[in-house]
């Protein structure tokens, strides 16, 4: 059985930084897709990062610069760096693998206020 287990979520205050982690287990970590999402209660979960099982990695607009997503094939662990952090990146944060069809984390909540 496939399970996503995701830490890191906090409140912060704008600019500050928080590091997520997903540790993954119950399969071939090293052939999967990563994706990091975000969703905001009322709307629909929207993708910030993502990374290939080759190391490709594109990221949305509004992160590109401030966030940066990783993955340790070896410890089955994906990481989103996030620095500059700003109001609007408040959310719920999910890491998933494989698509939107694929497994997801339980999501950790990321508050960004003064």
């Known amino acids: 059985q496939v399970h996503l287990m995701e830490s890191g979520g906090g409140l912060v205050e704008p600019g500050g930084s928080l590091r997520l982690s997903c540790k993954v287990i119950g399969i071939n970590f090293r052939l999967t897709s990563v994706g990091w999402y975000r969703q905001v209660s009322g709307k629909q979960r929207e993708l910030v990062a993502f990374i290939s099982s080759g190391g490709d990695i594109s990221y949305e607009d509004s992160v590109k610069g401030r966030f940066t997503v990783s993955r340790d094939n070896i410890r089955r662990t994906t990481s989103l760096q996030m620095n500059s952090l700003k109001v609007e990146d408040t959310a719920n944060y999910f890491c998933?693998?494989?698509?939107?069809?694929?497994?997801w984390g339980q999501g950790t909540q990321v508050t960004v206020s003064s």
């Open positions: 998933n693998i494989n698509g939107p069809n694929g497994h």
